[in-house]
């Protein structure tokens, strides 16, 4: 299977409760198809360094802000799967993401140890300069089920919907599956417009009718101020 490892696209995030995602997932039908994975699981293991830099960052809302994850797909991440290693950055509201593609053991191994994997390439040296600037190490495992929707007429236009996010900030090995504390007061599904190019019409129709507006969700952010801020550094 061939996977895109660059992206560049506006990601726009609404905060639904459980009537409005009934009523988005019924006005999205004529226009979108559910991905072949249906309702899945996606575990994260996201670093940052000893003083908490790349969050406390984010959460000051600059113009510039930049995260590192690894992400595997499923409840259990087995040593020869496919995982991720990914850096995003976001500038004046764009989103950029770049990606490598490696098995979840040279991947785990790469940020936990640092084994630098046989197969490097461009994308390896901007994630490994970050990595090795900010010091960073696995901070926290987030987990989550999400559903995601193609657009019939571009593949490339998505909406997904995020819920039953979960973490803990320890045992930072997603081989040992996707359970962790609920996150608690978060909204019944994160929704999460992602489009490279203008919002169709269709959709910034039925936002409107169901009085939907572009907010801000961080499910790290969220997590690191309502439960991390002592716990990460016990």
């Given at each position: 299977?061939?996977?895109?490892?660059?992206?560049?696209?506006?990601?726009?995030?609404?905060?639904?409760?459980?009537?409005?995602?009934?009523?988005i997932l019924n006005?999205?039908?004529?226009?979108?198809?559910?991905?072949?994975?249906?309702?899945?699981?996606?575990?994260?293991?996201?670093?940052?360094?000893?003083?908490?830099?790349?969050?406390?960052?984010?959460?000051?809302?600059?113009?510039?802000?930049?995260?590192?994850?690894?992400?595997?797909?499923?409840?259990?991440?087995?040593?020869?799967?496919?995982?991720?290693?990914?850096?995003?950055?976001?500038?004046?509201?764009?989103?950029?993401?770049?990606?490598?593609?490696?098995?979840?053991?040279?991947?785990?191994d790469y940020i936990?140890?640092?084994?630098?994997?046989?197969?490097?390439?461009?994308?390896?040296?901007?994630?490994?300069?970050?990595?090795?600037?900010?010091?960073?190490?696995?901070?926290?495992?987030?987990?989550?089920?999400?559903?995601?929707?193609?657009?019939?007429?571009?593949?490339?236009?998505?909406?997904?919907?995020?819920?039953?996010?979960?973490?803990?900030?320890?045992?930072?090995?997603?081989?040992?599956?996707?359970?962790?504390?609920?996150?608690?007061?978060?909204?019944?599904?994160?929704?999460e417009v992602k489009?490279?190019?203008?919002?169709?019409?269709?959709?910034?129709?039925?936002?409107?009718?169901?009085?939907?507006?572009?907010?801000?969700?961080?499910?790290?952010?969220?997590?690191?101020?309502?439960?991390?801020?002592?716990?990460?550094?016990?």
């Open positions: 299977m061939a996977y895109a490892n660059t992206f560049k696209r506006r990601e726009m995030k609404f905060l639904l409760d459980e009537e409005q995602y009934r009523a006005g999205i039908a004529p226009y979108m198809t559910e991905d072949e994975f249906g309702l899945h699981t996606i575990s994260n293991i996201y670093l940052d360094n000893r003083n908490d830099d790349l969050i406390r960052r984010s959460l000051g809302k600059p113009v510039y802000k930049e995260k590192l994850r690894l992400r595997a797909y499923g409840k259990k991440a087995e040593d020869g799967n496919v995982a991720f290693l990914e850096i995003k950055k976001k500038f004046r509201g764009i989103t950029y993401k770049r990606r490598l593609d490696m098995t979840y053991r040279e991947l785990y936990t140890f640092g084994t630098v994997p046989k197969t490097r390439g461009q994308i390896f040296e901007e994630i490994d300069y970050l990595r090795r600037r900010m010091e960073l190490k696995p901070k926290i495992v987030i987990c989550y089920d999400r559903e995601a929707f193609y657009g019939n007429d571009d593949r490339e236009f998505r909406i997904t919907f995020d819920g039953n996010v979960r973490f803990r900030t320890s045992d930072l090995d997603l081989r040992s599956g996707d359970y962790g504390e609920a996150l608690e007061g978060t909204p019944y599904r994160i929704m489009s490279a190019g203008a919002v169709p019409l269709w959709l910034v129709r039925i936002l409107s009718e169901n009085k939907l507006y572009h907010g801000s969700f961080s499910k790290y952010g969220t997590i690191y101020q309502s439960e991390l801020r002592t716990c990460l550094h016990e």
